[in-house]
């Protein structure tokens, strides 16, 4: 999954893209409320981790200025201020959670996977498709009871696919959410990590699950 965090302390913005790319997240950094709503606006998230008190437009006027252009990303708001009404105002320009620094990291991450589960038919920590588990919560991957390694980003894409099964994914999507903006699309590494992941998750296992839609993408479905 990939999250945006706009957050103009420095040192809190590299610890937090430390710790989520750790727990298999693509993480994008903006560190004024103007960069940030523009990174918001024009690239896809699944979360958006949004400070308050921020230079050139501060948080609050980010999160109305998202909300009434359609941006629907999630948005969760991170501030040192802990007055009912400051949460009360955030919640009214449409964010959808609220933490209160400082924060407990394994917190932040809860709420993190309460949020994009929020926005997908999955409600549970434990993905279920087929013969295949994914714990969200643990970072394991299991298939017929045998317990898959998957590195970092074989498990990110592996969850965005168990996030939008029987759908077509182009390579667009897959970078827009598994990777950050970094990340040069034009490049064969989509089709190198899914070739990876069909070897650890196919290969020795039926049905095959991931499969190729000729021209347009890929699809995660037991009955293509």
Not at 57 to 79: A, F, H, N, S
Not at 114 to 120: D, E, F, I, T
Not at 132 to 159: C, H, P
Request: aromatic residues 10%; glycine residues 4%; hydrophobic residues 40%.
């Amino acid at each position: 999954m990939r999250i945006l965090i706009i957050e103009d302390d420095k040192k809190i913005a590299d610890g937090l893209q430390r710790g989520l790319t750790a727990q298999h997240y693509s993480v994008d950094l903006a560190y004024d409320g103007i960069e940030g709503e523009r990174l918001a606006s024009v690239n896809e998230y699944d979360v958006i981790v949004l400070d308050i008190m921020l230079p050139k437009m501060d948080g609050w006027e980010v999160c109305r200025t998202l909300r009434k252009y359609k941006v629907q990303t999630p948005i969760l708001m991170l501030t040192a201020l802990d007055d009912v009404e400051d949460k009360i105002r955030g919640l009214d320009y449409g964010a959808d959670d609220y933490l209160t620094k400082p924060f407990n990291f394994g917190e932040l991450i809860a709420r993190i996977r309460s949020l994009v589960r929020r926005n997908s038919d999955e409600k549970s920590t434990i993905i279920k498709y087929s013969n295949l588990e994914m714990n969200t919560a643990n970072r394991t991957v299991q298939r017929d009871g045998k317990f898959i390694y998957l590195s970092a980003k074989e498990f990110a894409l592996l969850e965005y696919f168990l996030l939008n099964k029987h759908k077509v994914l182009t390579r667009e999507m897959i970078s827009e959410h598994v990777w950050d903006m970094n990340f040069d699309p034009q490049s064969n590494v989509i089709d190198s990590f899914i070739r990876y992941l069909r070897q650890k998750i196919d290969q020795d296992f039926d049905p095959p699950l991931i499969h190729t839609v000729r021209g347009v993408g890929y699809k995660l479905t037991d009955s293509y």
